[in-house]
């Protein structure tokens, strides 16, 4: 019996790693400091309780492998998303509870056929000393999305990772309330979108489906369903494509004071602060009052 795995983090792909870092902070969220992948990109982590956003800057060029037979490349994913697509929230990473497991079945559905992926780097603690954090990645391909990846991750020293210091923001945000995947077509990827959560969507509407997973919900529309529900645009693709994040807040009135404050160009929408993709780093960030 599959298995519903949660949101673990998403990766948003910038040009300028210390602008984002600040573009995050003007908004009231704690920002680690800058961390360094072997393969030639660096990151700043958001962190809440269970879930992150990977904010990513292609840093090295020169370092990042060029994908092969069932290798994947998560620097040159990351490097020709940003070449095609410009700035934006490139992937989708699930919790894994057993890498392996879930490899088989991404390539059992024909959406897989790539080697589990482990890596260590050096972190630092909030007091600035140094730690190991370590993973196991299993990727996943909807083969009719090219500018959207996605893979499970599994913590293999989660003590070393996680900090509740680094979850206190001064917005309010508490957590991940979930994430707006587009297509011109959703139900062409229903399948693969089942598969890589592990559970079945349900029809909201015609051009709408969602899932709730163990740690924020998955939606899946039309680009004009997005617009229409977010009064922003939504990124065009053939395929799928990661369009928005959504952040609970415990006090939605405390968001809106430090939004205003950043000067940030803002819409409320049905009780939703939207931050759109021209003043999101070409994501759309949205802000709603968590149960």
């Not at 870092?21 to 982590?45: Q, S």
């Not at 229903?190 to 349900?202: A, D, N, Q, Y």
Request: aromatic share 10%; proline share 5%.
């Amino acid at each position: 019996m599959p298995v519903i795995r949660g949101l673990d983090h998403v990766v948003h792909v910038v040009r300028d790693l210390e602008a984002a870092g600040e573009f995050y902070d003007m908004l009231g969220f704690t920002v680690g400091a800058r961390n360094r992948h072997p393969w030639g990109t660096h990151n700043r982590l958001i962190q809440f309780s269970g879930f992150f956003v990977e904010v990513l800057e292609v840093a090295e060029p020169d370092a990042i492998p060029e994908a092969s037979e069932g290798v994947y490349s998560f620097g040159a994913f990351n490097r020709d998303y940003l070449a095609a697509a410009g700035q934006g929230l490139s992937m989708l990473v699930l919790e894994s509870n057993d890498p392996a497991a879930e490899k088989a079945e991404f390539d059992a559905a024909g959406f897989g056929g790539f080697e589990l992926f482990d890596f260590a780097r050096q972190g630092k603690r909030p007091d600035g000393s140094d730690v190991e954090v370590a993973f196991s990645l299993a990727y996943a391909r909807d083969p009719a999305s090219p500018h959207a990846g996605f893979f499970t991750c599994l913590q293999r020293k989660p003590e070393n990772f996680w900090s509740s210091d680094l979850q206190r923001h001064m917005n309010g945000t508490t957590g991940v309330a979930g994430i707006v995947l587009v297509a011109p077509e959703p139900e062409r990827h229903i399948g693969f979108v089942e598969t890589f959560i592990g559970g079945s969507l349900r029809r909201a509407i015609d051009g709408w489906h969602i899932v709730k997973t163990p740690r924020g919900d998955v939606d899946v529309m039309t680009p004009a369903l997005f617009t229409e529900r977010f009064g922003v645009a939504a990124p065009t693709d053939e395929g799928l494509r990661l369009a928005a994040l959504r952040f609970g807040v415990a006090d939605i009135d405390k968001a809106r004071r430090r939004v205003s404050s950043s000067r940030m160009s803002a819409e409320e929408i049905e009780g939703l602060i939207v931050i759109g993709p021209g003043a999101g780093l070409g994501a759309t960030l949205l802000f709603e009052q968590a149960p």
